[in-house]
């Protein structure tokens, strides 16, 4: 079992997902003319997204941009390339991005950078988790769900050399070379 412990058990999540859709619809939602893009930042924010979306009662358009990850490692190379862009035009909208987890901050950096040049009304961020401790870059998003520590976590989206994606739950991965399985 490559599984060390549970970090964040499900039903934490599931609460944690609709406060954080509360504070964004009070921020975001009370504007009339709120023209609000979820951005999801492919893969591992795919089942947070989902859930953030139903969770919101301000409605939202949904899009996707991929950036290259980790490969079948677990640190960040640094190197961060769009893979696949939006699809929408999202010039004069108001877009969140979507992210699994700040870990260095390069990714999210880049990708304000990137998503900026299409010109939205305001571009804002929505982590589900943060790794203060591991940032290279002074960056944090304007929503984060929970501050976690400095080891590498798996399921709710994130996976291991894309498995555990599927775990209903936030679960720390076990020392690769100490998995006996
Ligand atoms: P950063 O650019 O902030 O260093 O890394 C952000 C990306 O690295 C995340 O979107 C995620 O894909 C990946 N990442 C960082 N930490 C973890 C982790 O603990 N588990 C998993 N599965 N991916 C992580």
Redesign the pocket.
Do not use: H, P
């Given at each position: 079992m490559e599984i060390e412990r549970i970090l964040i058990p499900s039903d934490r999540l599931q609460e944690r997902v609709k406060e954080l859709a509360r504070e964004i619809d009070a921020a975001i939602g009370e504007s009339r003319e709120t023209d609000l893009v979820l951005v999801g930042?492919l893969r591992?924010?795919f089942i947070f997204l989902a859930d953030l979306l139903r969770a919101l009662d301000t409605p939202a358009a949904v899009d996707f941009i991929a950036?290259s990850?980790?490969g079948g490692g677990?640190q960040?190379s640094?190197d961060?390339r769009i893979t696949q862009d939006l699809t929408a035009s999202i010039r004069g909208r108001d877009v969140i991005l979507v992210?699994?987890?700040?870990?260095?901050?390069?990714?999210?950096q880049?990708l304000i950078q990137h998503v900026g040049v299409h010109r939205p009304r305001s571009l804002r961020s929505c982590a589900l988790?943060s790794?203060p401790d591991?940032r290279?870059v002074a960056i944090e998003a304007d929503w984060t769900g929970f501050e976690i520590p400095d080891?590498?976590?798996?399921g709710y989206g994130?996976?291991?050399a894309e498995r555990h994606r599927g775990l209903p739950y936030i679960a720390i991965?076990r020392a690769p070379e100490a998995s006996l399985d």
């Open positions: 930042v591992g924010a950036v990850s980790y677990t960040s640094g961060i992210e699994d987890i700040v870990d260095s901050g390069l990714t999210l880049a988790l790794k591991r290279v080891a590498f976590v798996i994130l996976d291991y991965l």
